[in-house]
Each structure stands twice: as C-alpha cells, then as structure tokens.
C-alpha cells in the first residue's frame, strides 16, 4: 500500500484577530526531509503546532494522511521550554513513551533501559539522574532529541532544534536528524541558517505569512524568492497586522 502525503490545502491560521498563515497549500511527501525557512514572524512555528494539531486552523483543512496524533512528535524552540522544574534528564526522557502507552498505560520493565540507550545514543551516557536545571542549552537538547527516540514518531516537527548550541552539539543533531530521514520518517524542520539548509534538506518550504515558494530547496532559495519574502514580511508588520510566530 502506498503511503498519502501530508496535504495542506488553504490553510489560514490566526492568532486573534492577527493572520499567522494563510492560504497555504502543498503537500509533505512520506519519507521526506523538508526545511521551513522565512523572515521572522513569518507563521513558522504556527505551522507546526497547526500540524501538531496544538493551533486550530481559522481556515481550510490538513489532511494527515492516515497518521494519528501519536504519530506525531513535535520538538518546540528551546527558550519555550522551562527548565526551572524539578525534574531528571531520564524522566524527561521517559515522557517520550507516553505517547504510545497513554496517560494509564503501564510502563514497560524495559523502559529504563531505552531511556539509558537513547541517552547514550546522543552523548549523555550516565546523565540520567542529572537535573535538566543543572544542563548547558546543547546538553538539554541532546536530552529532547533522546525524548524523540523513546516517542518513535512518523512525523517529526523540530522547531529551531539547532539554535543556540555549539557547533559538535549542531553536529550531532544534525546527523540524528539525517538518521531519522534514512529510517523513512517524515521530518519537517524549521531553519534560519540557509547553509545548513542547503546541506540538510532536499525540500524547502518558503514562508512569509503566505507560501512564497515550496519545491526543492536550490530552487526555492533563490536571491528572488528570499527578496519576496523579505519584501512581503516588511508589508505584513503594520501597526493592524500581526506580529506572529
């Protein structure tokens, strides 16, 4: 059975009375690695809570193709994330279970295992006891990638999962996400650096409050594209516009 994409037809997203996104329309294929880039405020975090199914549509539809809402992880920008709470890199990392198990599941014997192997997995061997407060910006991502593993998503939303950290940490990341891309996971990734844009990921999503561009990234990331979507971006910021995520 072939697999459906992930299709997206006239989106429009609000926040109040402000346009986060809108009239988007394209389509995710399965298996594909595709980077969502723009001008700050250009609706790029909306659009993957809107695909997390955490922001509610104003108009149009996405229809999932057949994925459940536990087939979906979704990574949020790390300055959304409180580290101020009491809590140890294995538990955070254990969270990523729950979307199989349900909220009454019964965790597995095996569990704490899978936590000490995804740890290790991404450099944090022996970091389980560790309070996330007590970590530098790369270390706590490395505990958030770990928490993906545990989650085994089809789909995965990052959302700047590279911003702030040093540049093994970047690294690493990245190649973590190249290794979910091999696996035949569909990974969409917000950017801001259009190296590693370019390097990454063979898809680009050009955003601007409205889609600018949506192909293949050399051809989406042309001086005229980026042009447009600085130029839309200026022209959406007026005092009764939005200042959106």
């Known amino acids: 059975m072939v ?49 997390a199914g955490l922001h509610r549509g104003h108009a149009g539809r996405i229809d999932l193709g057949g994925l459940k809402r536990r087939d979906i992880a979704l990574l949020p920008q790390a300055s959304a994330l409180d580290r101020s709470f009491p ?40 970091f389980a006891t560790r309070p996330v407060g007590a970590l530098s910006a790369g270390q706590f991502q490395r505990v958030m990638f770990a928490r993906l593993m ?17 540049a093994r940490t970047e690294a690493d990341l990245v190649a973590q996400i190249r290794a979910w891309h091999a696996e035949g996971r569909t990974v969409v990734v917000v950017l801001h650096d259009l190296d590693l844009v370019r390097a990454l990921c063979p898809q680009a999503l050009l955003l601007a409050g409205s889609k600018v561009a949506w192909g293949a990234t ?14 839309l971006a200026e022209a959406q910021t007026g005092p009764e516009r939005r200042k959106a995520a």
């Not at 545990?150 to 911003?163: F, V």
């Open 87 to 126: 809590v140890s890199c294995g538990e955070v990392v254990a969270l990523g279970a729950w979307a199989q198990l349900g909220a009454f599941g019964r965790a597995p014997a095996d569990l704490p295992a899978r936590v000490a192997a995804a740890l290790d997995k991404v450099g944090l061997s022996g």
């Open 150 to 166: 545990l989650q085994d998503a089809k789909l995965l939303l990052l959302d700047e999962p590279t911003a702030a950290v040093d």
């Open 3 to 51: 697999t459906p994409p992930i299709t997206i037809e006239g989106l429009t997203c609000r926040h109040g009375a402000r346009v986060a996104v809108e009239g988007l329309s394209g389509s995710f294929a399965p298996g594909s690695l595709t980077a969502i880039v723009g001008p700050n405020g250009a609706g790029k975090t909306t659009l993957l809570r809107t695909l």
């Open 218 to 231: 050399e051809q989406v990331l042309t001086a005229e594209n980026r042009l447009r979507a600085r130029l």
